[in-house]
């Protein structure tokens, strides 16, 4: 008999290469042994194009609805793909309109795999990075100056009170950039993190620059510290976790030191840098999970990885790719585990395990993507996609 769902799932269908994938691990891994639930929207470029985009923000008004959702990787649209796809508008990307939506903050975590070695071997858990996704340099006035010239930042409230500052006097040619933050966005990101971490139960490091930047990043350590200290301090000595701030070059210090196991919360530059840098250091982005968590528990899950074009590209020449689904596969069982969760469904639970036990002992047991091969330090047989979800299958 299949396991039962309660809820539905919001299951959101991407493009190209991985589009191919999620069909077939839902066909060969998911449907034989879960009546599968879900509230489908077909984020494809394609019917983005046909509904204006309207898909995009219905999936994520679902998302705030029902609380779970699997999104598969999807084009954000650049000037070639308004060539390639016929495209009235540049459709914005979808990750970042669903984001936006649910004020949500991005946690991304390798699998780990015995027989491939982090660059960083000593990193036996998986580290896991929060990355602010509002303001800082990707919202920034900048302003090129030409010659002998005094800058000043200003800020004017609307009883004409004013807030002035002299950035520099310029005797020559040179650079300014204003940048900002709100008290709520970082409101918002401190509680994604501490929910996130009771959720999985890590302790969380936060890091910034505060000893240089004295009210700009000290605002942000503040902030992280009121949260805690008023909602989470409590929570987290019952479970046994810790909140820790740092400043962000020891940190960096002491992540390289570090065996793993914790949630690394960055701001927003930081975040973008070093979960490259991490991801990188764990051996494969095609191996890096991905979640969206809102401030008040909701949660979207995906690969961390792109649509992988170029691999799709050849399948439309008839060729067998060896596109690693991984990540695919972890962006399902996480959201079928929240839903066990969410919905007391123990036997759901235990199938997310399960599934995910069936992907790494495959691997472990020396059947993987040709991506993998070259990292595995032992006997490798590296297959097409189908042939390495065949056997994830059959093991299962
Ligand atoms: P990508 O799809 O992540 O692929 C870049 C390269 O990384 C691939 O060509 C492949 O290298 C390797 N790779 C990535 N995932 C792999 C996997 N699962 N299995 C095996 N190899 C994998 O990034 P991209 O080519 O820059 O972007 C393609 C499209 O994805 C773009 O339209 C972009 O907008 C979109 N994108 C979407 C998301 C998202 O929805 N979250 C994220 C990033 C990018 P080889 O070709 O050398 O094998
Ligand atoms: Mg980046």
Redesign the pocket.
């Given at each position: 008999m299949k396991i039962r769902m309660k809820t539905p799932l919001v299951e959101m269908q991407?493009d190209?290469m991985t589009r191919i994938l999620w069909d077939a691990i839902k066909e060969k891994l998911i449907c034989p042994h879960v009546e599968l639930k879900t509230e489908f929207y077909d984020l494809g470029l394609p019917n983005r194009e046909q509904t204006a985009d309207k898909v995009t923000t219905d999936a994520a008004e679902a998302v705030r609805r029902l609380g779970v959702g699997v999104k598969c990787?999807?084009?954000?649209p650049n000037a070639q793909?308004v060539v390639e796809y016929k495209l009235t508008k540049m459709w914005l990307s979808?990750?970042g309109t669903i984001r936006a939506a649910l004020d949500g903050t991005v946690f991304r975590a390798p699998i780990l795999v015995k027989g491939i070695t982090p660059y960083i071997p000593t990193w036996t858990k998986p580290i896991t990075i929060a990355r602010h996704a509002y303001g800082d340099v990707y919202r920034n006035a900048e302003i090129k100056v030409e010659g002998k010239a005094q800058a000043k930042i200003s800020v004017t409230y609307p009883d004409g009170k004013t807030d002035e500052k002299v950035i520099a006097d310029f005797s020559g040619p040179g650079i300014i950039q204003g940048i900002h933050n709100t008290d709520a966005s970082i409101g918002s990101f401190a509680r994604s993190c501490f929910n996130y971490a009771l959720d999985t139960r890590q302790d969380v490091w936060f890091a910034t620059k505060d000893t240089i930047s004295k009210t700009y990043d000290h605002r942000f350590k503040d902030v992280f510290a009121e949260i805690y200290e008023a909602e989470y301090k409590e929570k987290f000595e019952k479970i046994g976790i810790r909140y820790d701030y740092t400043l962000i070059d020891d940190s960096v210090a002491r992540i390289v030191r570090s065996n793993g196991g914790f949630i690394w919360a960055l701001k927003n530059y930081d975040g973008d840098v070093m979960s490259d840098m991490v991801a990188t250091a764990y051996g494969s982005?095609?191996m890096m999970t991905s979640v969206l968590v809102s401030p008040d528990g909701k949660y979207e899950y995906?690969?961390?990885?792109?649509?992988?074009?170029?691999?799709y590209y050849r399948h439309l020449q008839g060729e067998k790719t060896s596109?690693?689904?991984v990540?695919t596969i972890f962006a399902w069982t996480g959201a079928l585990r929240k839903r066990g969760e969410l919905d007391s469904l123990p036997d759901l639970t235990a199938f997310a395990d399960k599934l995910e036990k069936a992907t790494i002992d495959t691997i472990e047991a020396g059947t993987m993507?040709k991506?993998l091969v070259s990292l595995f330090s032992g006997k490798a047989n590296g297959v097409d996609s189908e042939t390495f979800l065949d056997a994830i299958a059959a093991r299962l």
């Open positions: 991407g190209e990787a999807t084009i954000t793909r979808p990750n982005l095609a995906e690969a961390a990885h792109g649509t992988v074009t170029r691999h596109t690693n689904p990540a993507t991506d």
